[in-house]
């Protein structure tokens, strides 16, 4: 579902992503690991197609087009997601008003009819139920005075609505604590364990995968990927922590 | 005033940064006046549009007095004509408040300007301004606000808030508060902050699939906002809206 081949990239010409090649089938949960400066959060923005990182060699291939040729928001319309470490706060534009108007454009590059106002508040309100947050805040401005625990549901909320074929989320259990941990945990289960969906998971902890469950763990050493396997290899990090399970 | 009346030049504080070269021709002494009685409540919006009545020299001029616990407001979008010019001078009597929310967008090398006198002569009054301005190209944007608290015009609350946010390398705006206070025991407030589009929301956005143009519309909306919130007609308000951002759309 998302090939990634020998992917390096930089910022402000620093190399941060050297070479790293990662396959995830559709269907599976796909966690990364890895220490500070790793690139986690490059390979995220990347993905996602953000200015100012650039791709100096290799290959992207999501569902057989060639990612790294679409526009950001031609990516999101392709079904790829987005999921932010740090959600951005928009003053003066409403959460119904933002994901509206996002769902309807990605409805429209794919050639599908628009949501109308009433299914999509209906629709709304059905993810946040299911992330447990306050209908009430949808009508608020994006992400602004929420609490750190509130945007991180709030994304996944937008995740529900927009319905990705592919998630990338980006550290996504920081901030929480252990309750919103599990809804959340619970939400991207609900969301995205469907088969012919995918999932890369960027996580510092284990706590967030003993709620989603991946099916495979990969390090992230140096801007690549060096060593991947089961769920287990989770638990060993936690325990031994990167250097001795690197080493091993 | 008889006479000829001189043309005003850039050296005159308030149009420092008007096209005035296009001022000939222009009557200049063209004043409208704006008597709002005392316990009354006036209304109006002014919006500068493409259309054919426009001309490439749009020059407005307002004289306005309000009186006695009266209440002026006063909503205008400045969004066509070369030069653009609002400007407003009120006078304010015990108690009456004045309103003021303005918006200039233009691009290529118009110049569009708010202009405003405020003068508090008696106590009690209370004045809110706020002025967004969004320019592209090597259009400009100015606001220039002068407030005048006279000596007697205690409990004055007066507020003056100007944003500009500039969307290409070229666009500028000036923004020039200006406040006069004889009196001892009164609130002045005034802010002036100039930018340029939010790069992190705009990726944000993009991510959730919206198209840069629809992203800038937003963003642009949201900005403008301010200048609109206490218009509380919602035809008006959306009607208002949807001029400036159509501009703004149809020239990027």
Known sequence: MLKIDNLHAEIDGKTILNGLTLTIEAGEVHAIMGPNGAGKSTLAYVLGGRPGYEVTQGSVEFMGQNLLDLEPHERAAAGLFLGFQYPVEIPGVSNVQFLREALNSQRKARGEEPLAAGEFLKLAKEKSALLKLDPDMLKRHVNLGFSGGEKKRAEMVQMGILDPKFAVLDETDSGLDIDALRVVGEGINEIMRQPGKGVLLITHYQRLLEVVRPDKVSILSQGRIVKTGGPDLATELENEGYDAVMAA | ?252
Request: proline share 3%; charged share 30%.
């Open chain 2, 1 to 252: 005033m008889t006479g000829t009346i001189e043309l005003p030049t850039r050296r005159d504080e308030t149009w420092r940064y008007s096209a005035v070269e296009r001022l000939p021709g222009v009557p200049l002494d063209n004043w409208r006046t704006i008597d709002v009685a005392s316990g009354d409540s006036f209304h109006d919006t002014l919006t500068i549009v493409d259309s054919d009545e426009t001309s490439p020299t749009e020059l407005h001029r307002w004289r306005v007095s309000i009186g006695e616990g009266a209440r002026c407001e006063i909503f205008a979008v400045l969004a066509s004509a070369e030069y653009a010019r609002l400007e407003v001078e009120v006078t304010l009597a015990r108690g009456a408040h004045f309103e003021l929310g303005g918006i200039t967008v233009g691009g290529r090398d118009t110049v569009r300007e708010i202009v405003t006198r405020t003068i508090h002569a008696e106590p009690n009054g209370t004045s809110n301004q706020t002025v967004r301005s969004v320019h592209w190209g090597h259009g400009t944007g100015n606001f220039l606000g002068n407030i005048d608290v006279v000596r007697d015009a205690q409990k004055t609350d007066a507020r003056q808030d100007f944003k500009g946010l500039l969307l290409e390398k070229g666009a500028s705006v000036n923004a020039v508060p200006q406040l006069e206070i004889f009196a001892d025991d009164v609130k002045c407030e005034h802010g002036a902050s100039i930018g340029q589009m939010d790069e992190n929301a705009r990726f944000y956005m993009a991510a959730r699939g919206l198209s840069p143009e629809m992203a800038r519309r937003l963003l642009v909306q949201a900005f403008l906002g301010d200048a609109l919130v206490s218009l509380h007609d919602e035809e008006k308000r959306e009607r208002l809206m949807r001029i400036a951002l159509d501009k703004v759309d149809k020239y990027l």
